[in-house]
């Protein structure tokens, strides 16, 4: 009888360890194997731990506009990362991981001040594609850098801006829902230039206190434009003419302001004659306005819509 007592016990005990193994196994696998990701992130403001980071965002544009919108502070607003939840598993920051918000892609480890925070010096936003030409006015101008160092330093994996680890193809994420777009994760990096190997390619000068500055907006059949930061003397030139997109090579910009020599104005605003018909489209205007005898000469460009 003892016998017979003995094997049952035996048995019931191997059917309790199979289920409390069982359980680990399960326990386990729900850990290391990650959720599918099931809804995009409606915006940044959605992200947990947003509000401590947008904070410091914050205090770092504080402080640039504080000291007088200086390209140093800026330069350190423009570097500054943020550690956000954008996939929903409450760990910020994570290597390797992505998520669409408000129906872009974003790595969680290549988030910046620039997405979520709006920092503006007067109009001049620190955007990530004005980030891009301070950062080459910064090492070049100021740390006397090489193009070739300086590219480099901008576009760091670790420590410059770069668009994260995650896979940059989002329909390899193995998302629970369907891809709002067929972008890849680069986009935002590609488009403000970030791509370029060298800061020649980029529109400079257009930075901070002591460059060039450009602002147009549309008034009826004409554009109107305020500049500053222009060099003057006998062998500098100013010009500032616009153009419409699309139009042929040999179609001659529009002037706001007639290239000149030995530039008297600093500052100033200008506005275009009666802009040919059709008039509604997208214009660019561009303002060179640097030494003669400069081997890159400075200039900005700015898009106008008009509807």
């Not at 049952?8 to 199979?18: A, N, P, Q, T, Y």
């Not at 509604?280 to 106008?304: F, H, M, W």
Request: with cysteine.
């Amino acid at each position: 009888m003892k016998k017979g007592v003995g094997a049952l016990e035996i048995i019931f005990g191997m059917f309790i360890l199979i289920i409390v193994v069982l359980v680990l196994i399960r326990m386990f696998t729900a850990i290391v194997t990650p959720k599918k990701i099931t809804e995009q992130l409606e915006s940044f403001e959605s992200a947990y731990q947003i509000t401590a980071e947008k904070a410091a965002c914050n205090q770092a544009c504080d402080t640039y506009l504080d000291n007088g919108c200086s390209r140093r502070d800026a330069v350190d607003f423009c570097l500054k990362k943020i550690k956000v939840d954008i996939d929903g598993n409450k760990l910020p920051g994570e290597r390797y991981h992505g998520n669409f918000v408000r129906n872009l892609p974003y790595c969680e480890d290549g988030l910046f001040c620039f997405h979520v925070s709006d920092c503006k010096c007067g109009n001049y936003k620190l955007t990530a594609e004005n980030c891009l030409r301070i950062l080459c006015d910064y090492y070049q101008i100021d740390e006397g850098l090489s193009n070739d160092v300086a590219v480099k330093l901008i576009s760091n994996k670790d420590n410059g801006i770069f668009w994260g680890t995650c896979d940059k193809n989002p329909k390899n994420w193995g998302l629970d829902y369907e891809p709002p777009s067929n972008l890849l994760v680069d986009w935002w990096w590609d488009n403000s230039g970030y791509d370029s190997t060298s800061c020649s390619n980029i529109q400079t000068g257009a930075s901070q206190t002591g460059g060039i500055k450009l602002e147009c907006v549309p008034s009826g059949n004409y554009i109107t434009c305020s500049w500053s930061g222009c060099l003057i003397g006998d062998n500098t030139m100013l010009n500032l003419g616009i153009k419409k997109e699309g139009s042929p090579p040999e179609t001659p910009s529009t002037s706001c302001k007639k290239g000149v020599t030995g530039n008297t104005e600093a500052s100033g605003t200008c506005q275009t004659g009666i802009l040919p018909d059709p008039v509604k489209g997208n214009y660019i205007a561009r303002l060179t306005c640097d030494s003669l005898d400069a081997e890159v000469p400075k200039s900005t460009t700015q898009n106008i819509v008009i509807n």
